[in-house]
């Protein structure tokens, strides 16, 4: 079975660092672009990044770019979303997902179960 | 940037009607286009790819349709389990693979 299992909800402080895991299953982690989607409280879906664990290909939205660091370790099939000044409208719901197939013009499926990120002072 | 629409924000529907959510691009994006529904508390769940390909195990009763710009889903009979939230997605041109802002179809 494909599975993305992700770390476990944060309570951190503005100006505090903070890297959240995505920990990919069932099958190869190496050959699939992996991305993260925002989901702030009670509103819609925001794309952020993505990256190809194969060889750490990573492509950010405008949006985000700056903001956030994406990165993965194909060698325990894990993939990251860093940041390195939280600020308190960082917080959200995180989700990984990774494209449906092996190509670049696909949907995501499946989902990982999100992270919840609160930060406040 | 291509920007998606989509509309209405809330639909209100009885169980066994037929329930249609819309969606729009600012500019083509083909046959590229998926929709996801959200259960709340949960993570989004892919229903249907390239427009109109319902994914596996998701029931007929949904259905998509439409290419280049107006994109349509369609619950012909709305079950309770179906009541949540549907976001379509552009992945056609990436980055950004663009999600419109959601449908929240409620019990009326």
């Known amino acids: 079975e494909v599975q993305l299992v992700q770390s476990g909800a944060e309570v951190k402080k503005p100006g505090e660092s903070l890297k959240i895991s995505c920990k990919g299953s069932?099958?190869?982690?190496?050959?699939?672009?992996i991305g993260w989607v925002r989901q702030m409280p009670g509103k819609g879906l925001e794309w952020m990044g993505i990256?190809?664990?194969?060889?750490?290909?990573?492509r950010y939205s405008p949006s985000f770019q700056g903001q956030v660091t994406i990165s993965a370790d194909k060698s325990i099939n894990t993939a990251y979303l860093q940041w390195n000044n939280l600020k308190a409208s960082d917080t959200a719901m995180y989700y990984c997902a990774r494209h449906w197939g092996p190509h670049d013009y696909v949907p995501f499926d499946p989902w990982g179960q999100g992270t919840l990120v609160t930060v406040s002072s | 940037e291509i920007v998606m629409t989509q509309s209405p924000a809330t639909l209100s529907v009885s169980p066994g009607e037929r329930a249609t959510l819309s969606c729009r691009a600012s500019?083509?994006?083909?046959?590229?286009l998926a929709w996801y529904q959200q259960i709340p508390g949960q993570a989004p769940r892919l229903l249907i790819y390239?427009?109109?390909i319902r994914a596996t195990g998701v029931p007929a009763r949904f259905s998509g349709s439409g290419s280049g710009t107006e994109f349509t889903l369609t619950i012909s009979s709305l079950q309770s389990e179906d009541f949540a939230v549907y976001h379509c997605q552009q992945y056609n041109n990436w980055p950004p693979g663009t999600f419109g802002q959601g449908t929240k179809v409620e019990i009326k």
């Open positions: 069932g099958y190869s982690f190496s050959s699939y672009w």
């Open positions: 500019q083509s994006v083909s046959s590229n």
């Open positions: 390239a427009a109109s």
């Open positions: 990256i190809y664990p194969g060889d750490s290909d990573t």
